[in-house]
């Protein structure tokens, strides 16, 4: 069975000053059916450029260079923005980042969600209020009447985000990208968030891209993961091989997070900071961060290496152990 979304070596790019700069440079993945897939890499790696390209929100300037985009066999990087329209946000849904810049300002929140509904054929305006009330619920408003008429600005910034996460969820996109749903959030937001998620994979089958900072959300709640750095895939696998890294990026960054089997023990720290576009090499881009970089790393990428059911692109690869 084909995939229900599939990246061919996707790049996006912007042009600057004569130059072609490419925040998201040649990057293959799948997500299938009803699966839930991870995207995780620090900020500036082009994981939120990933997700805008997939519904064609690129900011102005910025655009898909090559490669291809199929979802449900139809390839959305030939469809004009009529056709997209019709795709974005009735069989694609996206949770931005930027929620403060997402939502309309002028308009009230609940008018917001049930329009979501109306796009996705919802006609029964008293039924779309109903629905959108229990989707506040849900998202813990204790007072889902006032905060239907409410206004963003009177709104604090997550009680914002749960707005739009009800604005992606309410319609029961097919794939719903979510790109730092739970960032800024209580414990208690972030696991309702979270929880609405999985419900919706449980029972509609929602596939789900993922997008966070936080690897242990992307253990627990996905089955593969993506790991992203200076616009490139590095490595990629099952979820629960996270914690046992073969690209050293990877190994990097689960060795910043603490855990009680690190109590007392010193956290890895990775030197330097993710290189800006401008500022790549034509190697592996996080040779310069390396402790097991020489000097080929720094002249070309690696190409793919497939070991089972794993991907990732390296020299000098890990052997899994986080010790190393």
């Known amino acids: 069975m084909a995939p229900l979304l599939k990246i061919n070596n996707v790049a996006v790019a912007v042009e600057k ?48 260079h090559s490669g291809e985009i199929i979802y449900n066999n139809k390839t959305l990087t030939s469809l004009s ?114 929880s609405l998620l999985m419900q919706m994979n449980r029972e509609f089958n929602t596939s789900i891209l993922i997008i966070s900072h936080d690897l242990s959300i992307i253990r627990k709640f996905c089955s593969r993961f993506l790991i992203m750095y200076a616009g490139k895939i590095v490595e990629e696998g099952p979820s629960q091989a996270l914690f046992s890294p073969l690209h050293p990026y990877t190994h990097a960054l689960t060795g910043a997070i603490p855990g009680k089997d690190k109590r007392g023990a010193k956290l890895e720290n990775i030197p330097g900071k993710v290189p800006s576009v401008e500022n790549r090499l034509s190697g592996c881009p996080f040779a310069p961060r390396c402790k097991k970089a020489q000097s080929i790393c720094k002249e070309t990428f690696p190409p793919a290496i497939e070991k089972e059911d794993r991907r990732f692109h390296c020299h000098f690869p890990l052997t899994g152990d986080l010790s190393e």
Do not use: W
């Open 81 to 194: 923005e009529k056709e997209m329209r019709r795709v974005r946000g009735r069989e694609i849904s996206v949770i931005f980042q930027e929620v403060r810049q997402s939502l309309n300002p002028l308009m009230r929140v609940g008018k917001q969600i049930t329009e979501a509904l109306e796009l996705s054929g919802g006609k029964n305006k008293e039924a779309n209020k109903t629905h959108t009330l229990e989707m506040l619920r849900v998202l813990g408003f204790d007072e889902p009447e006032k905060i239907f008429d409410a206004y963003p600005h009177q709104l604090s910034g997550g009680m914002c985000q749960r707005i739009m996460t009800a604005v992606a969820a309410i319609s029961r996109p097919r794939l719903l990208l979510a790109d730092e749903p739970s960032s800024s959030l209580d414990i208690e937001s972030q696991e309702r968030i979270l």
């Open 17 to 64: 000053r004569g130059e072609l700069l490419k925040p998201v440079d040649g990057i293959s993945f799948s997500i299938n059916e009803g699966e839930i897939v991870g995207l995780a890499g620090e900020s500036g790696c082009g994981k939120s450029m990933t997700a805008l390209s997939i519904v064609n929100l690129l900011p102005h300037g910025v655009n898909i």
